[in-house]
């Protein structure tokens, strides 16, 4: 059991984590979780500060705070530490201690030992997991927000007041407003002038076409079922990743959006698809397959729902992947208690419709988070079923390795849950230049054309922001 001297408290008055990130958003190795759009799923916003511990699995190497760690593995590293520092959660909070980060498309392509003959667009950890000391966690349906510490970095009563006197501080000074009458906090960024915007894709349209057309001759031979197809951008654009943050977050509300800033490169996301969920050992994971733009008007808008509702491509599509997410759950879950609780629900997004499924189950008594995350990833969805076959398809067909899209970002705890997104809708910042993927599934039914005009669909919102 691992001690500590946790203290929570709500903040009175209420002031979203949103606001809050302000004060912290340039503090070293803050990152910020964000349910912009406040549903169902997207029901907290976590802010972690106060780092004291940090795993980065970076090609062979692998480091423990900075130093080199050649005694254990990254897995083995994290199975121990989860292992000797289990800390319950007796409260309604999703995280109280534990860690937040990501993990790339290529870590789990590495992970299922699936050869890569491609080249990275833009190199950075495969994997970054930080332990946070410090959490400050907003129910963005109650309308509530709690200060957390645990007392790791120094006294715990001492962090919690440090906390309050800046957060009270900023509210005294006008940096942000416990009133929703008065200008947000958010705003400041949609005045500004547009910034020009330069997109560089590495594929043709040609060559996109003709790459999905290569994929779809692999399904008729037999080879797979499904496989997601990839294009990547290059965007020059001299807006401040935080700015990009900040519009997007406001125009495109996600329910598992975030920022974080890794000093070299910053990622800043929107997504919305959960890839992993499990709390009190329940396991869920919501897969997406299947998209349409929404309408200029409301006529439109209800056709290109009901098109994607009805469409009989898009639900072949999805269920393929709920077969493939039913397997790997299967893998480490309760005999029997693996079940579809959702199927071809419509979602709807600022700039998209999705069509959405949920599968849930229980993980085995003598499984951990680390245990889950093997067996399921890379997700289904944006690899493709079988998932080895057409993870050396996609290798194959994609120009480029497609490094963090396509991962995830997400947390995980101390008392064994988790929460992980797919990283869609996200752009990557580096050396001055963003980088976004976009891609779709792809059957034997696909056509060129719209899949093509599909991936210029899902870039839409961060081409926007980046202006």
């Not at 970002?409 to 050396?431: Q, W």
Request: proline residues 4%; glycine residues 8%; aromatic residues 10%.
């Amino acid at each position: 059991m691992y001690n500590n001297q946790r203290i929570i408290k709500e903040l009175k008055p209420y002031i979203p984590a949103a606001d809050i990130f302000r004060i912290y958003e340039k503090e070293a190795g803050c990152a910020f979780l964000d349910s912009s759009l406040v549903n169902d799923l997207g029901r907290y916003s976590i802010i972690g500060r106060a780092p004291y511990l940090k795993l980065v699995k970076d090609g062979d190497a692998f480091t423990v705070n900075g130093k080199p760690e050649t005694g254990k593995t990254f897995e083995d590293y994290m199975r121990e530490y989860l292992n000797t520092h289990e800390d319950k959660n007796e409260c309604p909070l999703p995280i109280v201690s534990g860690a937040i980060g990501y993990f790339s498309y290529d870590y789990g392509r590495e992970q299922m030992g699936v050869p890569t003959g491609e080249k990275d667009l833009v190199t950075i950890p495969e994997a970054v997991l930080t332990f946070y000391d410090c959490f400050i966690v907003e129910d963005c349906r109650e309308k509530r927000t709690y200060l957390v510490t645990n007392g790791i970095t120094g006294n715990a009563p001492e962090l919690i007041r440090s906390m309050e006197k800046e957060i009270q501080e900023n509210v005294k000074f006008g940096k942000i407003s416990v009133s929703e009458a008065e200008k947000k906090i958010t705003d400041p960024v949609s005045h500004r002038e547009k910034f020009k915007i330069q997109v560089h894709p590495n594929f043709e349209k040609e060559e996109y076409k003709q790459a999905v057309d290569r994929m779809i001759r692999y399904i008729i031979e037999g080879d797979i079922y499904i496989a997601n197809m990839t294009q990547q951008l290059t965007i020059e654009s001299e807006k401040q990743p935080l700015d990009v943050f900040y519009d997007l977050r406001k125009n495109n509300p996600s329910p598992f959006g975030g920022y974080m800033d890794f000093g070299d490169y910053q990622i800043i996301c929107a997504s919305p698809e959960r890839f992993l969920k499990m709390k009190d050992r329940h396991v869920n994971t919501r897969p997406i397959k299947g998209t349409r733009k929404r309408g200029a008007t409301l006529e439109e808008d209800e056709m290109l729902r009901k098109e994607l509702e009805d469409s009989g491509k898009d639900k072949s599509e999805l269920l393929m992947i709920v077969d493939l997410e039913r397997n790997d759950l299967n893998r480490v879950c309760t005999p029997g208690s693996v079940k579809v609780t959702e199927l071809f629900t419509v979602e709807a997004y600022a700039t998209v419709f999705h069509l959405v499924s949920d599968i849930g189950g229980t993980l085995a008594d003598d499984k951990n988070v680390m245990d889950l995350l093997e067996a399921a990833f890379p997700g289904g969805s944006i690899t493709g079923a079988p998932k080895y076959r057409a993870m050396e398809i996609i290798d194959e067909l994609e120009h480029g390795k497609r490094n963090l899209y396509t991962g995830s970002i997400g947390y995980l705890t101390l008392d064994g849950s988790c929460d992980f997104n797919i990283v869609i809708r996200t752009a990557l910042h580096k050396e001055e230049k963003y980088h976004l993927g976009v891609g779709g599934g792809i059957t034997a039914e696909s056509d060129l054309e719209f899949e093509y005009e599909e991936t210029l669909q899902k870039a839409k919102a961060i081409l926007e922001a980046l202006q």
